[in-house]
Structure formats: structure tokens, C-alpha cells
């Protein structure tokens, strides 16, 4: 997923703004893959909200 972030800092949003998603790539790459919630699992809350949102119908990846 890191690589994929790095390769696309700039994605589109669901109302066609394009966003800049380089503060998310690096927290990610921070993340130390756990579920906590402590100074090390900071990417756990954006991997639940992009997998929350992912879920919604129609929602195109």
C-alpha cells in the first residue's frame, strides 16, 4: 500500500478535486503494522477509515 501511495501523491477525490496524499503515504510507511493505538500505530486509523470506506456501495477503488 506504501508503494502504491508514493506512486500516486495525488489521487482524486470523490468530487473530482484532486487531493495530496503524501502526509498519509508517510504515516503509513511509520506504521508499525499493529492495530494499537499508541505513537507507532498512527496508520491504523487511516488503513480503518480506507477499508470503512471501501465497503460503501459503489465506491470505486
Known amino acids: 500500500m506504501v508503494t502504491l ?3 500516486n501523491p495525488s489521487l482524486p ?3 473530482g478535486r484532486v487531493v495530496d496524499v503524501r502526509a498519509a ?3 503509513l510507511q511509520a506504521w508499525s503494522g499493529t492495530g ?5 500505530s498512527r496508520g491504523a486509523l487511516l488503513w480503518r477509515a480506507f477499508v470503512e470506506r471501501s465497503r460503501r ?3 470505486v477503488l
Open 5 to 7: 501511495c508514493q506512486a
Open 13 to 15: 477525490a470523490s468530487d
Open 25 to 27: 503515504c508517510s504515516v
Open 36 to 40: 494499537g493505538t499508541g505513537e507507532r
Open 57 to 59: 456501495p459503489g465506491t
